[in-house]
């Protein structure tokens, strides 16, 4: 039989030791103790450093401010980088050292900025009260929860006309409809353009309504205010920059949508688009974003709600047409959606769905509506 200790090397480690073994194993665990010790020393060094640097930093952007220079000097920068590289002994190669300060670099930067100035106008931490937006005495953002209705795309006067009618009769007043219709295939219907708003403006005339309509290009802005109450921002124009800044330039309320893909920072950051350029009416709208999952048109992100309610001092509105695609979820996901804060909801009210030129599967008929609408009524959700 061979010894235990070649068949089992390991099991050394159960042998009694020697003390010249125990002598040396305590010698090391000193020098690890010792090193560790230098080591926090560094740390703490560095850590002074870090913060010494940035207190430089801001009195460098105290007297850049003062003389109206900009705050990031690539010139300036690059030259601290080849200094670095210059002086570099190792053991750490020149590109990690490099990377690592840069990181020192742009955080000592952000220093520069007062909070004040990163705070976006649409946050809460600019504005920690909420917006209320007044869409013709109908406030939206005061805690009351509003329906927003209409066919998907004005068809005809007589269509807009009987919609109307019946959100009248259930006491609704803010009528959406499309005259501009971002369509996917430029073969499908367009929209009636500004027929359609003129459409919309004498229904809403005869009806006493507000009108809610989109607009995609910067150019129909004015000519689109003479018609409309509310200037609908689409999914697909989220991020039309020069569209955000022409609406922010108006004093109409705007509605923006959710981009198909958009992370609710790329949301956001639209909206600050048009309160930068003056305009603070804005409503935000979740209309579903693009995800792996088919059984819906769009998934709902019921979620962002809360979170944009957090976040931003902005109404947060729920458009149950576009985020689910589907007539059956139009009224569980209106629930959800008031249930978890939304200022308002949106659905699309079809007098004769089958034959509508757009969004036909999703749109409520007439009865549907009154059903939909009576149903948030009897769960308590709905209470105008
Ligand atoms: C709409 O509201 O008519 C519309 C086209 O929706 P979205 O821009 O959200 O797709
Ligand atoms: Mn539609």
């Known amino acids: 039989r061979p010894p235990r200790s070649t068949l089992f090397p390991y099991t050394t480690l159960f042998r009694s030791e020697s003390l010249k073994e125990r002598e040396g194993v305590e010698a090391m665990s000193d020098q690890l103790e010792a090193l560790r010790a230098q080591l926090d020393d560094v740390n703490l060094k560095l850590l002074e450093l870090i913060n010494e640097r940035g207190k430089i930093v801001q009195k460098i952007g105290e007297v850049k401010s003062k003389s109206g220079q900009k705050r990031f000097d690539p010139v300036r920068e690059r030259k601290m980088l080849d200094i670095i590289a210059e002086h570099n002994k190792g053991p750490f190669d020149t590109d990690t050292l490099q990377h690592l300060f840069k990181q020192i670099f742009q955080l000592s930067l952000g220093l520069q900025e007062d909070d004040n100035r990163k705070a976006l106008l649409v946050s809460r931490k600019k504005k920690p009260e909420d917006t209320i937006v007044d869409l013709k005495g109908i406030k939206i953002g005061n805690g009351e929860q509003h329906l927003i209705t209409g066919p998907c795309s004005v068809e005809s006067y007589e269509q807009v006309r009987e919609v109307a009618e019946a959100m009248k009769a259930q006491g609704l007043k803010l009528l959406r409809g499309g005259a501009f219709k971002p369509r996917t295939s430029p073969y499908?219907?367009?929209?009636?353009?500004?027929?359609?708003?003129?459409?919309?403006?004498?229904?809403?005339?005869?009806?006493?309504?507000v009108v809610i309509s989109e607009v995609m290009n910067p150019n129909d802005v004015e000519m689109a205010c003479e018609y409309i109450d509310v200037i609908q921002i689409g999914a697909r124009n989220m991020q039309n920059f020069d569209l955000l800044k022409e609406v922010g330039g108006t004093d109409k309320p705007v509605l923006l949508k959710r981009g198909l893909s958009a992370t609710i920072d790329e949301f956001v950051k639209a909206a600050e688009y048009i309160l930068a350029k003056g305009n603070g009416n804005v409503m935000l709208c979740e209309r579903g974003i693009r995800t792996y999952e088919r059984a819906t048109r769009n998934t709902l992100d019921i979620s962002a709600v809360p979170i944009l309610k957090q976040e931003t001092h902005l109404p947060v509105l729920v458009d149950v047409t576009?985020?689910?695609?589907?007539?059956?979820?139009?009224?569980?996901?209106?629930?959800?959606?008031?249930?978890?804060?939304?200022?308002?909801?949106?659905?699309?009210?079809?007098?004769?769905?089958?034959?509508?030129?757009?969004?036909?599967?999703?749109?409520?008929?007439?009865?549907?509506?009154?059903?939909?609408?009576?149903?948030?009524?009897?769960?308590?959700?709905?209470?105008?």
Request: glycine fraction near 8%; charged fraction near 25%; avoid cysteine.
């Open 188 to 209: 499908d219907f367009q929209g009636l353009g500004k027929e359609g708003l003129e459409i919309l403006k004498r229904v809403a005339e005869e009806l006493d309504m």
């Open 322 to 384: 576009h985020s689910t695609g589907r007539r059956d979820l139009l009224l569980p996901t209106a629930k959800a959606a008031f249930a978890i804060g939304a200022d308002a909801i949106m659905a699309e009210v079809h007098p004769d769905p089958a034959v509508a030129l757009s969004d036909s599967a999703q749109q409520m008929d007439i009865s549907q509506f009154n059903d939909f609408v009576q149903s948030l009524r009897d769960a308590g959700l709905y209470k105008l």
